[in-house]
């Protein structure tokens, strides 16, 4: 089936230092998406992309739509420590059933 | 709005006993979804719903069951419980287009 190979599987950063993350798959995807996980709750959507090569920012989150539409990456500038949690990207499956694969996700820590 | 509820929070089962776990949605979404999430490994989809009266298996079926009598509602039925069923489990819904999911808060299930 398809799958997403999201990394790092985790990052231990300074306060204050950028991040990036990414993903890539094997399948082309329409819509790519990503999501935060913050401890105890469910995922929580940043960024929807939908267009191959397009760059959307949310505040100092970036995400790209990759090309080939079979990659996507994420950067955060400037961390903070509320940037804490688990990032997830997940693609869209084609088709009218909405499911999206969802990658292994990114753990992040960041320490004051 | 309430959004997507999920009920219970926690739970503990022993081998062989059955529960239901409890899906709410008050947007009018169309599409509903069951994943679980285990440690880094994503999330995986179980089941899916595009609609009353409709659903799908989705990745990691096996063990489970769903029902989808009304639009609001999506309960997800353990018949006889396993440990490999303890995970974190999360009902999302979404309209019919290429936004992002909403996810409720999880139900958090040891089997024992």
């Known amino acids: 089936g398809q799958q997403l190979n999201q990394s790092p599987q985790s990052m231990f950063i300074q306060e204050g230092e950028d991040v990036s993350m990414n993903c890539t798959s094997s399948s082309i995807f329409n819509t790519w998406l990503w999501y935060k996980q913050d401890p105890g709750e469910g995922p929580v959507l940043l960024i929807a992309?939908?267009?191959?090569?397009e760059l959307t920012s949310n505040g100092r989150l970036t995400a790209q739509f990759g090309i080939t539409r079979k990659d996507s990456f994420l950067n955060i500038s400037a961390s903070i420590p509320s940037d804490v949690g688990i990032y997830f990207c997940?693609?869209?499956?084609?088709?009218?059933?909405?499911?999206?694969?969802f990658g292994q996700g990114t753990t992040l820590q960041v320490k004051p | 709005n309430a959004g997507v509820t999920q009920t219970p929070k926690f739970r503990i089962l022993k081998i062989g006993q059955s529960m239901t776990l409890q899906c709410a949605q008050d947007?009018?979404?169309?599409?509903m979804y069951w994943y679980r999430q285990d440690p880094g490994m994503g999330l995986k989809l179980i089941y899916y719903?595009?609609?009353?009266?409709?659903?799908d298996k989705g990745e990691v079926p096996n063990g489970y069951n769903v029902s989808r009598s009304t639009t609001e509602d999506f309960p997800l039925r353990l018949e006889l419980a396993a440990p490999s069923q303890t995970s974190v489990y999360f009902c999302?819904?979404?309209?019919?287009?290429?936004?992002?999911?909403?996810f409720g808060s999880g139900t958090r299930l040891t089997v024992v």
């Open positions: 992309l939908y267009k191959a090569g």
């Open positions: 999302a819904s979404s309209p019919p287009s290429t936004d992002g999911y909403t």
């Open positions: 997940a693609g869209r499956v084609s088709g009218n059933t909405g499911k999206l694969i």
């Open positions: 719903s595009v609609g009353a009266g409709i659903t």
């Open positions: 947007m009018n979404h169309n599409y």
